[in-house]
């Protein structure tokens, strides 16, 4: 597995690369490297011939210094995880290499902006948007691979391709979670072990929504059943907890119309801030 820190020996390796013509996926990630990762490179592990994972803490989106400064960096561990789950390069920059420059580029993306994340955290999907442009760039892959826990994050990078036009395939995988439920994130290593047995009741929360859901097909109901799930567990703080329409994650007051929604929460268990989500395909009554 080669592992490279510049962005020019990144782009001399992905020319070489593309002179053989061989099939690449990119696995893009922040590092502190979990099953959820991994899934993500299995996958592209199967669907190309060459898999790249990219390791960079991106300063840029973070508008809480702290939760930056907090942030796990396990780099060491990250490469011995991502060699034995197949991966073939893995470029680590250093944020001077991503940004010689302060950047002045700034990205809007409208309603799928304004909402959930994009309200709690402004400026945080700029950031995103802009080091996912540049690893594209650098990189160059055929497909890439996201993880549905970070939804709004999939659907801003997906309307990033298209008015761009990138040519990169998107893939969208499902959650990865510990047996409690909990859903699989860097950010977990910042909490207790109690502090986990709490945070597993957010997706039993989620759960227990999207089962009120597609027996009432009441989005209010739905919501309250959560509420009271979180409520009944002291130290769940809740942030946001809404219903989106998956298509351009606009909240809905009522099911009808739509074909699938996603329950979508974020949170704080022990100042540890935590995102999960939940889709239900509505005329199917199923959830995932």
């Known amino acids: 597995m080669k592992v490279l820190t510049s962005p020019a020996a990144a782009r001399q390796a992905v020319d070489a690369l593309s002179d053989r013509g061989v099939t690449t996926g990119l696995v893009p990630t922040m590092g502190a490297i979990h099953r959820g990762h991994l899934s993500l490179v299995q996958a592209a592990r199967q669907e190309n011939e060459v898999v790249m994972a990219s390791i960079f803490v991106n300063p840029i989106q973070f508008n809480n210094p702290d939760d930056l400064a907090r942030y ?3 780099l060491e561990a990250d ?3 991502l060699k034995a789950a197949g991966c073939d390069l893995v470029f680590v920059p250093e944020a001077r ?8 580029t700034q990205f809007a993306f409208g309603p799928l902006d304004e909402v959930m994340e994009g309200a709690y955290r402004p400026g945080h999907f700029s950031g995103v948007a802009l080091v996912v442009l540049k690893l594209f760039h650098i990189l160059r892959p055929q497909k890439a691979y ?22 990169v395939t998107l893939r969208m995988l499902p959650i990865v979670r510990e047996h409690s439920g909990l859903a699989l994130s860097s950010r ?25 859901l597609t027996t009432s097909r009441n989005i209010t109901r739905s919501v309250a059943a959560a509420q009271q799930h979180l409520a009944a567990s002291p130290g ?13 994650l606009q909240p ?30 509505i005329h199917a009554d199923r959830s995932s």
């Open 72 to 74: 796990p960096r396990t």
């Open 79 to 81: 490469l011995e995880k």
């Open 97 to 104: 290499d991503m940004y010689p420059q302060q950047p002045l």
């Open 146 to 167: 996201f993880g549905q826990k970070d939804l709004q994050q999939f659907k801003i990078i997906e309307r990033l391709v298209k008015d761009t036009s990138l040519p």
């Open 188 to 212: 977990n290593q910042r909490l207790s072990g109690e502090g986990k047995q709490v945070a597993a009741r957010i997706f039993q929360a989620l759960q227990k929504a999207a089962l009120e």
């Open 236 to 248: 769940i703080e809740v942030e946001y907890l809404t219903w989106v329409n998956t298509d351009d």
């Open 252 to 281: 809905v007051e009522r099911i009808s119309n739509h074909d699938q929604l996603a329950l979508c929460f974020a949170g704080y268990v022990e100042g540890v801030r935590l995102i999960d989500n939940i889709i239900v395909d």
